[in-house]
């Protein structure tokens, strides 16, 4: 049933064992973010099968429905308002707020619990942790860990370029390997993990210049799409189509290019200026906006061009395509790449099939 997502598990096995291996020989653990497909059951039981160290998620709902025994970390800083939640499903949370670290303490001591604290520092990218120049600040966080008898301080940890686009380098994750020295100094314990990042990391990986001491990536997208987020192109080790979705064709008409009439708004509030092309051959897929974000596809067919989309239909040229001898048909199917933020749509509705190559 179509619009479908196909999903090779062979190709994402791939990916995993070269990930696995190539950061193990480094003496840095892996955390497979599984928050991109949603925690589907068959990837988490490849994962869960694999060397992989634990699993990592921005949502307890998907935590929850993981069936493994290795550890599982929440990726988001938690709302008080889930701290029951988080401290019975997740074994390690990563925090920043000295009140949320207290409220964790108590939730954990009257579920009889250990929880596992990773304290994050914000290098300069501006999203989640505690500025890393404001030692007060980060004193006063972990003040508050090591005073809840059931909280252990696990580790610090940053989070680079997902908002502010800073790329990880060996002068900001030095300062992250400072601030982890300073704070086992001053409370005597080992604070056994500096979660040094994500995907982003994959070319000091490469090279070789993960500073020593960075201990644990968290990474999602050179594992699902075998990307380097730090450069946003793919790595030669890995395969980049481990995802595939693929959509029925429901009209395939001759039409003008440019909209007749006056213009206005569209469906989504945008006023769209449209070049005139002469006539095309237009074909329309049955999957649109609600299932994905539509500049985030690329075409198998290098001869179709997307030319946009409504919240269900999915609007191509055929033109070149057929005039090259690829007879596009209405009931024909249409295959894309997604990109990271298409596939967290695809997976994310409801209205999507998925297909397993095993």
């Known amino acids: 049933?179509?619009?479908?997502?196909?999903?090779?598990?062979?190709?994402?096995?791939?990916?995993?064992?070269?990930?696995?291996?190539?950061?193990?020989?480094?003496?840095?653990?892996?955390?497979?973010?599984?928050k991109v497909f949603c925690a589907d059951e068959r990837i988490c039981a490849l994962i869960?099968?694999?060397?992989?160290?634990?699993?990592?998620?921005?949502?307890?709902?998907?935590?929850?429905?993981?069936?493994?025994?290795?550890?599982?970390?929440?990726?988001?800083?938690?709302?008080?308002?889930?701290?029951?939640?988080?401290?019975?499903?997740a074994d390690i949370s990563m925090q920043s707020s000295p009140d949320t670290i207290r409220m964790s303490g108590e939730s954990a001591t009257r579920q009889n619990k250990r929880h596992k604290i990773i304290l994050m520092i914000d290098l300069g990218d501006l999203r989640e942790g505690i500025f890393f120049e404001n030692m007060q600040k980060i004193y006063e966080a972990a003040d508050a860990i090591?005073?809840?008898?059931?909280?252990?301080?696990?580790?610090?940890?940053?989070?680079?370029?997902?908002?502010?686009?800073?790329?990880?380098?060996?002068?900001?994750?030095?300062?992250?390997?400072?601030?982890?020295?300073?704070?086992?100094?001053?409370?005597?314990?080992?604070?056994p993990v500096i979660s040094g990042g994500n995907s982003s990391m994959m070319t000091m990986l490469k090279e070789d210049r993960i500073p020593f001491g960075i201990n644990q990536l968290r990474l999602g997208e050179s594992f699902v799409l075998g990307n380097d987020t730090s450069t946003g192109l793919p790595m030669a080790e890995l395969n980049t189509d481990c995802f595939v979705l693929e959509a029925e064709l429901v009209e395939v008409q001759k039409k003008p290019s440019k909209p007749i009439g006056t213009s206005g708004l569209n469906a989504f509030g945008e006023h769209v200026e449209y070049e005139d092309r002469g006539e095309m051959i237009r074909g329309i897929l049955a999957v649109g906006r609600q299932d994905v974000d539509v500049d985030g596809l690329t075409c198998l067919d290098p001869d179709v061009e997307i030319l946009g989309a409504s919240s269900d239909h999915l609007i191509v040229n055929l033109t070149n395509a057929i005039s090259h001898g690829h007879d596009?048909?209405?009931?024909?199917?249409?295959?894309?790449?997604?990109?990271?933020?298409?596939?967290?749509?695809?997976?994310?509705?409801?209205?999507?099939?998925?297909?397993y190559i095993d």
């Not at 694999?50 to 290795?70: E, G, W, Y």
């Not at 686009?165 to 300073?182: F, Q, R, V, W, Y």
């Not at 199917?333 to 209205?351: C, D, E, Q």
């Open 48 to 89: 869960d099968a694999s060397s992989a160290d634990l699993f990592a998620d921005s949502r307890l709902q998907n935590l929850k429905v993981i069936n493994t025994c290795k550890s599982k970390q929440l990726l988001r800083i938690p709302m008080q308002s889930e701290i029951d939640d988080v401290v019975q499903t």
């Open 1 to 34: 049933m179509y619009p479908k997502l196909i999903i090779n598990l062979n190709k994402l096995k791939e990916n995993l064992d070269w990930l696995t291996s190539s950061c193990h020989l480094k003496g840095i653990s892996v955390a497979i973010v599984t």
């Open 328 to 355: 596009y048909r209405v009931g024909d199917t249409i295959k894309f790449i997604p990109s990271y933020g298409a596939l967290l749509r695809l997976t994310t509705s409801k209205y999507i099939t998925r297909e």
């Open 146 to 191: 090591v005073s809840c008898k059931d909280l252990e301080f696990y580790g610090v940890g940053v989070n680079l370029t997902c908002y502010g686009g800073i790329l990880p380098d060996e002068k900001n994750l030095s300062k992250l390997i400072e601030t982890a020295e300073l704070l086992r100094k001053r409370y005597s314990l080992p604070i």
